[in-house]
């Protein structure tokens, strides 16, 4: 009779739905930017005070082993110079991930749409929010170009033994402008094959392909051939185990008019927990990008840091900075085809209640190419920018 009655009140119990949530998150906020001089007029509408709306809607789903997430994005701008409303973003994101002991898979599709662009802009695989707020607002843009932009990701890691996987990646990148010559499509596929040697040390072997072509542009196709071999570190130091250390290497092959053109490539960084809240980040970076813009490829060697926490309960700061250098075309044979890239970013926030919070940044962006290097239209050779925004953000569940 017991078990009986144990299973009749087992089989009454509701059953549990998979855990799904849906947030919106709504900011007002007031800012004033100020550019170098000589900017292009499309270029200095970023300046001067204005107003921005900040509206995104994020739903996530989980199934088991699998995540279903969306999220859109809508940035507006009241010009109270011009007296104009701006859309300054519409960005919507569907992805897709499923992991396992052996297996892990993640998938994305990400459309989005802004009147101004960032040229000569590294891409970073994960900005911090301070920069992707910056991102979003165009702040960092130097051209008064419109751009569509579609990215298709997808990234597979097997498990073959205790010691060895397997990974493959492809990601499609688009990106249309209003002038149909500088539209540019890139591929980038690759396939990896790591071993652990040791605790912390593997051994990383395998291919990658990065292609851009040029629709309805004269320019050839560009193609940088990847040759994944290397080593990958990554451990606690000695001196402190709140400081964890990791690096690879690798090096890339790209054509030119003289022959082929090999690269060392490789990134490290350095992480150290400070407290029970605050962090500290120092990136090295060195690689081979296809940017939009440029016909031929880019040579990066780009640093970063970061440092952010808790103040108390109620106050928490963040801030980062960027810079790169390096050359277009890979090999700087005349020396005037160099180019530097800055930006910096400061910001604090201020809970006001569980749903509220009271936010203020800095933002700071700066460029310069050399007179060799063939620009797209409306981007100077030197720029500079500054400014503040100051706002309120909103938070809460729409669906939990």
Request: no cysteine.
């Amino acid at each position: 009779m017991a078990t009986g009655a144990s299973a009749q009140t087992t089989a009454s119990r509701p059953r549990r739905e998979p855990p799904q949530t849906m947030m919106l998150t709504l900011s007002f906020a007031g800012a004033g930017a100020g550019d170098s001089e000589g900017m292009a007029p499309e270029v200095a509408a970023l300046s001067g005070v204005h107003a921005d709306s900040d509206a995104m809607l994020t739903y996530q789903r989980q199934v088991r082993r699998a995540t279903l997430g969306v999220s859109g994005r809508t940035v507006m701008r009241y010009d109270a110079r011009a007296g104009a409303v701006t859309p300054m973003r519409y960005q919507g994101t569907v992805g897709f991930s499923m992991g396992g002991t052996q297996r892990q898979l993640r998938a994305s599709q990400t459309i989005g749409y802004s009147p101004f662009f960032q040229f000569g802009a590294v891409p970073q695989p994960a900005p911090s929010a301070l920069e992707e707020t910056a991102l979003a607002h165009g702040d960092f843009a130097n051209a008064g170009l419109a751009a569509y932009t579609s990215t298709t990701d997808i990234t597979m890691n097997q498990a073959i033994s205790r010691r060895s996987s397997l990974s493959l990646s492809y990601n499609l990148h688009r990106t249309t402008f209003g002038r149909s010559d500088l539209d540019q499509t890139s591929l980038v596929g690759a396939v990896s094959l790591s071993h652990r040697l040791t605790r912390y040390i593997s051994l990383r072997t395998g291919y990658g392909l990065r292609s851009a072509s040029y629709p309805n542009s004269a320019t050839e196709a560009v193609r940088v051939h990847a040759l994944d071999l290397g080593l990958d570190y990554s451990r606690a130091l000695s001196i402190s185990r709140r400081t964890t250390l990791n690096f690879s290497s690798g090096s890339v092959a790209t054509k030119l008019d003289q022959g082929m053109a090999f690269v060392m490539t490789g990134d490290a960084t350095l992480t150290r927990m400070i407290g029970r809240t605050w962090n500290a980040r120092l990136a090295l970076k060195r690689d081979v990008h296809l940017l939009e813009g440029f016909a031929q490829p880019v040579l990066a060697n780009s640093l970063s840091t970061s440092i952010g926490g808790a103040v108390n309960r109620r106050l928490s700061v963040a801030s980062s900075i960027g810079m790169s250098s390096g050359t277009v075309g890979v090999v700087s044979a005349t020396a005037k085809n160099n180019y530097w890239n800055w930006t910096a970013g400061a910001g604090l926030r201020v809970t006001v209640t569980r749903r509220s919070a009271l936010e203020a940044q800095y933002f700071y962006y700066g460029h310069r190419f050399d007179q060799d290097v063939q620009l797209a239209p409306g981007l100077a050779n030197q720029q500079k920018r500054q400014g503040v925004r100051v706002g309120v953000t909103w938070q809460t569940p729409v669906l939990h």
